[in-house]
């Protein structure tokens, strides 16, 4: 079956294009893997005597695919020159089977009528490996990796690089990746980090290298995923992107430019996994879920009410994040109050600010009875009471 390239490199015989006879322009599909993305190719040939003018492609893809360019205008196609036509998609996720199809609208050469014509259909695979670990030495993934091909990712988190280093090695950990030894140096201006994980299915091998680059409460994230061929690579890519995502939600961080057009695609709360790692690392301010609407981000309970050291909500889960002068809820924290008896479970915060110094704010776990709770202290130190249990601790 020839491809696009071959009809390309022989521009006098298109003797192989589908379509009817009834067709004015004949046209051809294929995909390519480039790194994280698909390249969707679609090239026209006028089978006309005539020049055909202002043909517009529209292309037909499902929602796990995004683009940037879901149409493209031609301004004039002469007969017999072939036409390519290339637009960039990104999966969203491990989507498995999908199909892209497109639609030509142009003016008719011999009415100038609008007249549409659709383009032959064409599926792809964007599919997850079943993989498990195979122990390896530093040495043997150097030399695998080479033998490898790789696409990178550049990713920055408003977190720490300690606060999701632990973090990372667990989730990969958890898909059936074996971890080498990290190489982390630490500094009082940051922390950087060096991680190799390795993995095989039954025919292939997988690695997948990442450089966390930590300073001034904030990381900057290289992932890099190792296959043997491009379309292996995109599925273990985007399986690797898909399960770092649900444990610390950096999709919406990536750097590639198509993510940055279709932000509200990738945009959600931080899950718990991301709360729990902000706490562990420090304490830094997350992203305010006030980004993505209204109400509470999952894993920000409203719970009982507080102590003498100011209110608190319960839930489940551990955390804790700190920010200052912002309720976590979207109120403003100094004054908010608590309403609801003791251990119910269930309060409502005012919104209404009063006078005095600008309180700070903690998600926290007691360490008696295991409850999340949300602690607002004007200063420190600070005895706090969990509603719960009675339990007692300070905060310094």
Known sequence: MKTVEDYISDPTDFS??????????????????????????????????????DILLKVNAPESLLTTTP????????PGKPEVVKITLRPTHVCGTVEI?????????????????????????????IVYPRPVDTNEWMSTAKALINTAERIAIPLPANAILDKLTETLKGVNMYALEPNIAESPSGLRAKLRF???????????????????GKTKLI????????????????????????????????????????????????????IEAAQYGGGHALPSPSQYGAGPAPGYAQGGPG??????????????TESRGSSMIGGSSAGAKAIGPVGSGEAAFSTKPSDGPKQEEFLIRCYK????????????????????????????
């Open 307 to 320: 102590a003498a050291a100011g209110p608190m909500g319960g839930g489940s889960g551990p955390g804790g």
């Open 71 to 78: 149409s493209v205008k031609i301004p004039r196609l002469l």
């Open 101 to 129: 199809s497109s639609e030509l609208q142009f003016v008719n050469p011999r009415t100038d009528h609008v007249r549409n014509e659709e383009v032959p259909a064409v599926d792809l695979s964007i599919d997850a490996p």
């Open 369 to 396: 009875c295991q409850r999340k709770m949300i602690v607002r202290v004007r200063e420190r130190p600070a005895v706090i009471q969990c509603p719960y249990c009675g339990a007692k601790a300070m905060i310094e």
């Open 223 to 274: 992932l890099r995923s190792f296959a043997q061929d491009k379309k292996l690579l995109i599925g273990y890519h985007h399986a690797v992107l898909d399960e770092l995502d649900e444990s610390l939600a950096i999709k919406q961080f990536i750097m590639d430019p198509l993510v940055k057009t279709n932000i509200d695609s990738y945009k959600r709360p931080p899950p718990k996994g991301l």
């Open 16 to 53: 192989g294009l589908g379509g009817s006879r009834d067709e004015f322009i004949r046209s051809k599909t294929t995909v390519r893997f480039e790194g994280p993305n698909v390249i969707y190719m679609v090239m026209l040939v006028n089978v006309e005597k005539r020049p055909i003018y």
């Open 198 to 216: 390795y993995c095989e299915s039954v025919s292939e091998k997988y690695a997948t290298y990442i450089e966390l680059m930590g300073e001034g």
